[in-house]
């Protein structure tokens, strides 16, 4: 049983920058994907960005491109999202996901793909 555990968040003003990291470690799968989803308060659970491991294609929500980056460290098994421009809208509890991904297009948006979570950092970006 793979778990994850997320860093970086914190508080930032508009415009500003962060860095979450997700640090995965136990049994993973031999092909996985690793996802960044967020939740605001009293919204939905929304995709935010997810990197094949083995492949290394990705895939944004159309709010985070340009803005956010997603990338991996294959020797620590963590990934990374880089988060640029941040807008209040942005703000929310980031969480990591990882489940199995065995295709060689963009790694999937849909969070029940997804078997294993992190417990979530928060991300508040102040106007």
């Known amino acids: 049983q793979a778990q994850l555990v997320e860093s970086g968040g914190g508080l930032v003003q508009t415009g500003g920058s962060l860095r979450l990291s997700c640090a995965a470690s136990?049994?993973?799968?031999?092909?996985?994907?690793v996802g960044w989803f967020r939740q605001a308060p009293g919204k939905d659970r929304e995709f935010v960005a997810a990197?094949?491991?083995?492949?290394?294609?990705?895939n944004y929500a159309d709010s985070v491109k340009g803005r956010f980056t997603i990338s991996r460290d294959n020797a620590n098994n963590t990934t990374y999202l880089q988060m640029n421009s941040l807008k209040p809208e942005d703000t929310a509890v980031y969480s990591c996901?990882?489940?199995?991904?065995?295709?060689?297009?963009?790694?999937?948006?849909?969070?029940?793909?997804?078997?294993?979570w992190g417990q979530g950092t928060q991300v508040t970006v102040s106007s």
């Open positions: 136990g049994r993973t799968f031999s092909s996985y994907a």
């Open positions: 996901a990882l489940g199995p991904w065995y295709g060689r297009n963009a790694p999937p948006s849909l969070s029940s793909v997804y078997d294993y």
């Open positions: 990197i094949s491991w083995s492949t290394g294609n990705t």
